[in-house]
């Protein structure tokens, strides 16, 4: 069973920077996707960004040019959300998501992102 575990959550203010990670365990085949959602409170669960096994990006609207998604180098099935220029409006749990090889959807616990004014 795939458990993707998030990390690098916390309390920024408005225009710093955070760092999300997200590592894949219990699975050896290299997922097909991964990504990161998230949920502000009251609201559905958005993508925000993904990438694919052969590290295509694709980005929300509302991110393109702040947010960076990117698969690490050291480890196998572990990706990054470099995220800058943080708005109030980015305050949310931000979820991993993954597909693995047989595209069955696997998602993290969530990390709470929070941005004051």
């Known amino acids: 069973q795939v458990r993707l575990v998030e990390s690098g959550g916390g309390l920024v203010h408005s225009g710093g920077s955070l760092r999300l990670s997200c590592t894949a365990s219990?699975?050896?085949?290299?997922?097909?996707?991964m990504a990161w959602f998230r949920q502000a409170p009251g609201k559905e669960r958005d993508l925000v960004a993904g990438?694919?096994?052969?590290?295509?990006?694709?980005y929300a609207d509302s991110v393109k040019g702040r947010f960076t998604i990117s698969r690490s180098t050291d480890a196998e099935n572990t990706v990054f959300l470099q995220m800058n220029s943080l708005k109030p409006e980015d305050t949310a749990v931000y979820y991993c998501?993954?597909?693995?090889?047989?595209?069955?959807?696997?998602w993290g616990l969530g990390t709470q992102v929070t941005v004051d004014p």
């Open positions: 219990g699975t050896s085949f290299t997922l097909r996707a």
């Open positions: 990438i694919s096994s052969t590290d295509l990006t694709a």
């Open positions: 998501h993954a597909r693995d090889d047989t595209w069955s959807e696997h």
